[in-house]
């Protein structure tokens, strides 16, 4: 699997189905890590090759548009940056044609020519998980078939330090994070500052999900604030743990291998 580096991460290492993933849900956490003299690694599952030329509403999922826009946000933020060469869902094919019709499909069932990726991409986290100080992965809401291949491959493989973030800009449901429970954390405005900066390196998506960067900076700034609670423009960053650990981080996972 190409992208897998010589020498594991040995810090934090966060799993981003794809590019803007990661940066997006906790470019924040992210920021504040490196200012803290840690060396967070971000590893882009679905950063693969597409077939052709995608068309129509594939063309946002345009793979040298998307890794462009990671190289250059990783690299604001100064974490490493780790693509493997699975393909997106929107641009994967069986027999000659897309396995998923429309966006809405993305959302739905998996296509059967996608279960073997359960275990090839678990297969491929495995190194980059195993010296990690933490793994952290999405919690899959909104359901896109991508993210839930990369938290049950997560689960499968189960990591003592595993920690879930919430997956933006989608909606967050009990249901993502059952048997799990929140730990919030205040991001310093310096982190804010560079978080928004690196997030507005994904132009492609911003128009696309916002209509720009600047509508999307404001929501990104909306859930930070709402994590921070009332009585003031304080920015937080929130994630989840299993139940069994406490805050010191020490784990006792009872996690549960998530199929299609």
């Known amino acids: 699997m190409s992208g897998i580096p010589a020498t594991v991460p040995q810090g934090p290492v966060v799993l981003s189905p794809h590019a803007d993933d990661a ?37 946002a ?29 929107a641009l994967r094919t069986a027999s000659g044609t897309y396995r998923y019709a429309s966006p809405r499909r ?3 069932p998996w296509h ?21 100080a933490s793994v952290h992965a999405p919690l899959a809401a909104g359901r896109h078939v991508d993210h839930r291949l990369v938290r ?32 919030t954390e205040r991001l310093p405005s310096a982190a804010v500052d560079r978080w928004l900066t690196a997030a507005g390196h994904y132009t492609s998506q911003a128009g696309a999900h916002f209509g720009g960067v600047a509508a999307l900076r404001e929501a990104l700034l909306a859930r930070a604030r709402a994590h921070g609670g009332a009585g003031g423009p304080v920015h937080a960053d929130r994630h989840w743990v299993p139940v069994g650990r406490d805050d010191r981080g020490e784990a ?9």
């Not at 793979?63 to 060469?85: I, K, S, T």
């Open 23 to 59: 940066v997006w849900s906790l470019g924040g956490r992210l920021a504040r890590w490196v200012a803290e003299g840690l060396r967070p690694t971000v590893v882009t599952v679905f950063a693969g090759p597409a077939a052709g030329a995608p068309g129509s509403w594939r063309a």
């Open 61 to 89: 999922a345009d793979p040298a548009v998307r890794q462009a826009e990671d190289r250059a946000a990783c690299a604001e933020l100064g974490v490493r940056h780790v693509p493997l060469d699975f393909t997106d869902a």
């Open 106 to 108: 993305l959302f739905g």
């Open 112 to 132: 059967p020519a996608d279960l073997p990726l359960l275990d090839e991409v678990r297969a491929a986290l495995r190194p980059l998980c195993a010296g990690a």
């Open 152 to 183: 049950g491959a997560v689960e499968a493989l189960a990591p003592a330090r595993t920690v879930f973030y919430e997956d933006f800009p989608y909606r967050l449901r009990e249901r993502d994070h059952a048997n799990l429970r929140p730990r």
């Open 252 to 260: 006792r996972p009872a996690l549960v291998e998530r199929g299609p």
